[in-house]
Each structure stands twice: as structure tokens, then as C-alpha cells.
């Protein structure tokens, strides 16, 4: 069993930055894809982006290409999402993802592949 926790959200000016956090517990993660999405007010939860567990590749959503960036360390048993100029757009509850990889280069977009989730933390994009 895998427990999740994010943390690193809150409440930014637009064009700022945010890095989040999310740890794992129970079990290394190096062995698991990792996603984050995001959930905004009165939406369904979204595809943000992905990274596989060797870390050698990553997706983006098309709303946050080249803005944000997806990094992990596998010793730290944590994944990052820096986040940056940030748009009121981007305002929602983001959660991390877990889903147990036999390949290093494999990522997963949906959110039915996942195996395991965080609480989820805020970002708040003020215009």
C-alpha cells in the first residue's frame, strides 16, 4: 500500500511559481509511473502530466506545456510539479498519482490506470 501526500500548494499572483510536493509512504516509488491532475471548482479532475518512474519520459497537458515541468527523486521518494507563470486558469485542487510500472519508459494519462492518490493540495491563482 502507497500513501500520497502533496503539499507545496497555496495562493499565488498571477505569472508566479509554485513547486508541489508529493511523498510517498509504505513503498518506494521508484517503481511506479507517477501523475498529477487537478480538480477545478464545478469540473471534473483533469490530465496535468505524467512522468514514467525512470523518470526518462514525461506528458503535459496542452493548457500547461511549457510552463510546467515534472521532476522526481527516487531517493527522496518524492515527486515534483514547478509550476510556473501561472495563470487564474490554473486554479484548482491538485492530486498526485501512483500506478505500479514494470517499465521505466511507460506513463499513463488517465486517471483509471492509477492505483493510488493524495489528498490532494489548493493552488489559488489571484489575477
Known amino acids: 500500500q502507497v500513501q500520497l501526500v502533496e503539499s507545496g500548494g497555496g495562493l499565488v499572483q498571477a505569472g508566479g511559481s509554485l513547486r508541489l510536493s508529493c511523498t510517498g509512504s509504505?513503498?518506494?516509488?521508484?517503481?511506479?509511473?507517477m501523475g498529477w491532475f487537478r480538480q477545478a471548482p464545478g469540473q471534473l479532475r483533469a490530465f496535468v502530466g505524467a512522468?514514467?518512474?525512470?523518470?526518462?519520459?514525461?506528458d503535459y497537458a496542452d493548457s500547461v506545456k511549457g510552463r510546467f515541468a515534472i521532476s522526481r527523486d527516487n531517493a527522496k521518494n518524492t515527486v515534483y510539479l514547478q509550476m510556473n507563470s501561472l495563470k487564474p486558469e490554473d486554479t484548482a485542487v491538485y492530486y498526485c498519482?501512483?500506478?505500479?510500472?514494470?517499465?521505466?519508459?511507460?506513463?499513463?494519462?488517465?486517471?483509471?490506470?492509477?492505483?493510488?492518490w493524495g489528498q490532494g493540495t489548493q493552488v489559488t491563482v489571484s489575477s
Open positions: 498519482a501512483a500506478k505500479e510500472s514494470y517499465s521505466g519508459s511507460y506513463y499513463y494519462t488517465t486517471q483509471n490506470e492509477y492505483h493510488y
Open positions: 509504505g513503498h518506494t516509488l521508484s517503481i511506479y509511473a
Open positions: 512522468i514514467s518512474w525512470s523518470a526518462a519520459n514525461t
